[in-house]
Structure formats: C-alpha cells, structure tokens
C-alpha cells in the first residue's frame, strides 16, 4: 500500500520506516525543515536502536521518502497521524493543537474511501470529535494507538504484542479494520491479537495502560518509603511478591521513578480529562501515583546529602546517565536529570555523563557540566550516582576501578541496579532506594 505518516519524531519517524521495511511505500510529512533533511539524508534526528538500519533501508529501496508537503499525502490509501500531544503549558490537560491541525491540513488531500489512522495519544472523546470533519471527505477515521517503549521502538513497531483498532460502527468500520489487517499483515499473520473496538475504548487503552504502568511503579516505589523506615529490603520484597502470576516482577523495580515524555504527561491528562468528565474520583489515585513519582526524585537528592555528611556544597558529584532510561536519548521529564538539577542547586559540581543524551540534556539545562567519557565524569569525585541504568554503568562499572578514580567511596544507586554486596565489600557507602 501507499501509505502517508503525517509528523515525523519519536512516533511517526519509527512508524513511518517500520512500515517501508515491511514492503509499504511511505512518505513521511512533517513542519520542521530540519527534522525533514535529516531522515531524507537517513540520519535519525534521535537516538532509537534500529532507526538508522531501517532509514538507510528504506531510503535506498525508494519505498521512504520524506517531505514537508502535506499535498504529498494525496493517493495514499492510509494516512497516520503520529504528531505529539504534550500537555498543556499551565494545565494538566493534552493539548490537541497538532492533532486538530494534522486532520485539517490532510483534508483537502483525502478521497473517498481513504483511512486516517490515528495514532498520537489523546483524550477520550476526541476521535468522536474529529470523525465528522473526516466523513465528509468519503474518508474513514480510526484510532489506532501505539503501546511504543523508547528503546524498543522498532521491535514494538513491526512485532506488537497486540493490535487496537477503534472504528465506527457498521460497514464503514469494518471496512477500515479490514483495511488496517492489511497494513499489519505480517504481523497479523503471526496471529498477533488485533482488537476491533468502539473510538472510545481505543483511546482508553492506550491510557489505561500507561495508568496502569505508572501505579505499578509508584506502589513499589511507595513500598520502599516503607523498606527505608522499617530496615526491609524493597528489591527482595519486588522479587518475593513478583513470583505471583497475578502480580509478576516486571514493573517493579523501586528507584528515581519514570519520566520521558509518556507515563507522566498521559496520566496527567488522564486526570484531567476524567475530571472534565465528571469522574474526577475514578482516577484520584493518579494524583498520588504521580506524587510519589516525585517524591523519589527528591528522596535520592537527600540520599546523595546523608551520604556526604549532610551538605553537597563543593562537592563534585558525578551522575551516572541525563536519559530518563536506557537505550534512549530522551531527556523528557528525566529524573535523572531532576536529581543533577537539585544537587547542582544545592551548591555541588555536578558533572554528568550519558552514553547518547548530553546534547539533549545541554539543550535544557546548560548550567550543568557535562562529560562524554564515563572514567573522566568520575574521577575524583566525592560521590557517585547511578540513574539511568545504561549497562557500561550497571554492569561494565566494577568498585575497583571506579575506586582508582574517584576521591570519595560513596555511591547512590538510583536504580537499585548494582551489586550492594560487591560495593560494599570494595569499601563503598552504598545507599540505595528502599535497600537497608
């Protein structure tokens, strides 16, 4: 099929090369000039594990093209819309001004019987909202929603745990479900389950999910506030309960808390929207869920301060990653970063190093130092601390050698990713989140 992906970062970049390499013509669309001659020239314009390979790929098989013309989505079959939805400046609200200006600048261009897959995360209600301006082209709007995990995008994109496609009822929607199972066809092949819903219900999933996700590691984060008053082990109870099936491990790992640019906006507008809806106390537990994100943040900041005989200033302090997790560059709402932000407040030389988001990070907060070279970013520093859980941190970092850089021997383990037993056997002051 010909296909057209209309916004072209984090989402529709992934989406728009997955598509090309699975046999589809795409053109990916987008505003920003830049971003546009960067992926023309294959050059992912961030940092995703299989990006580039798949950009080359396409851009050389003449199935990918990308452009800033919108009227360069006229004859595609399918158009995707993958633009952001951040939330709003001085609310909690999703701000839908990309949305609402992707579906009317693909107007003109629709014809009678295209699909507009929708794909960006919005509020409950909004599909409702912009089907009619669809239909009265002959098109058919759907929402389509991703369940991407930076780092893992590619993969995530081209074998999905599962398919959501909310459509209109009757003919029509089954019409533009059955053209979707053949966008999707290797994976439908695969018998990946592809679930036909209401707008409704696939505009809920995609939060519901993330909710869901976001609780998960609030309640063990707010187990380890727990762990540290009462001198449990939080990473020994995640392990203990994680063994029932109704509970399972992943998602329970206590530290720093989330961030990028997902769980902390999408529950935030989760809210807000259940609050418009006048369900505000179905979600009320989502306002906790995101204090005690926060509260983690602040929790390793004293960490790092207990750790040091109670004052940073003039200390250096290396931090260990600027992503908001691995195998990304993403520095959105990054607690890593946070945590590098209050010390550097707090008086301490903070230097911070990250495998591929310091231009990110230098982007946003200029006032820190930043390091490429891991070995440079620690020595003699008077403390260390671990919070993007990158391996040439948590497992190619070993106390010996750290110990023949560094002045001070106290590390925080923001992640609860290393071996407490070998730092300490090394002579480190190992703090971690929750641990005794």
């Known amino acids: 099929m010909r296909l057209s992906v209309v916004g072209c970062g984090y989402l529709g970049a992934v989406h728009a090369a997955a598509m090309a390499s699975i046999g589809h013509e795409v053109v990916g669309i987008d505003v920003d000039p830049r971003k546009i001659a960067s992926l023309t020239r294959g050059e992912a314009p961030f940092f995703e594990p299989g990006l580039q390979d798949l950009l080359s790929e396409g851009l050389a098989s003449g199935r990918l093209t990308f452009t800033t013309s919108i009227a360069a989505a006229a004859g595609a079959a399918v158009h995707f819309i993958g633009v952001g939805t951040p939330q709003q400046a001085g609310g909690y609200a999703a701000d839908l001004t990309y949305v609402n200006t992707a579906v009317d600048s693909l107007l003109p261009y629709l ?21 009619p301006r669809v239909s009265a082209t002959g098109a058919t709007l759907v ?3 991703e369940f991407l995990r930076e780092g893992w995008a590619v993969q995530d994109t081209i074998d999905p745990d599962r398919l959501v496609a909310g459509v209109p009822a009757g003919l029509e929607g089954e019409r533009a479900a059955d053209i979707l199972r053949e966008v999707y066809r290797p994976a439908v092949d695969k ?13 809920l999933v995609k939060v519901a999910a993330n909710a869901f996700l976001a609780t998960k590691i609030s309640f063990i984060n707010a187990m380890a506030e727990i762990a540290e008053v009462t ?6 109870l995640a392990d203990a309960i994680g063994h ?41 537990f989502l306002r906790e869920v995101d204090a005690i994100n926060l509260r983690r943040r602040d929790r390793a900041v004293q960490l790092v301060v207990d750790g040091l005989g109670g004052s940073v200033f003039g200390k250096k302090v290396a931090m260990l990653g600027a992503a908001f997790k691995p195998h990304s560059d993403d520095v959105r709402d990054s607690p890593a970063l946070d945590v590098a932000v209050q010390l550097n407040g707090l008086g301490a030389d903070v230097v911070v190093t990250d495998p591929q988001a310091i231009e990110n990070a230098r982007r946003i907060h200029p006032q820190l130092t930043y390091e490429a070279d891991r070995d440079v970013t620690i020595r003699n520093a008077d403390a260390i601390v671990m919070v993007t859980e990158w391996d040439e941190y948590r497992r190619h970092l070993s106390p010996e050698h750290a110990s023949s850089l560094t002045r001070g021997r106290v590390i925080v383990d923001g992640r609860n990713g290393l071996d407490a037993d070998a730092w300490r056997a ?5 703090v971690g989140m929750g641990r005794p």
């Open 426 to 430: 090394a002579g480190w002051k190992y």
């Open 231 to 236: 001198g449990a082990d939080v990473t020994q």
């Open 143 to 145: 929402w389509n929603p």
């Open 244 to 284: 029932d099936a109704r509970i399972g491990r992943k998602f329970l790992g206590a530290g720093i808390g989330f961030g990028g640019g997902c769980l902390p906006k999408d529950i935030r507008a989760f809210a807000a929207r259940a609050e418009e809806l006048g369900r505000r106390e179905s979600v009320n």
């Open 111 to 131: 014809a009678p019987g295209d699909v507009v897959a929708g794909k960006s995360t919005v509020p409950v209600g909004t599909t409702a909202e912009l089907a």
């Open 191 to 203: 018998r990946t389950p592809f679930i036909v819903t209401d707008y409704a219900t696939a505009e």
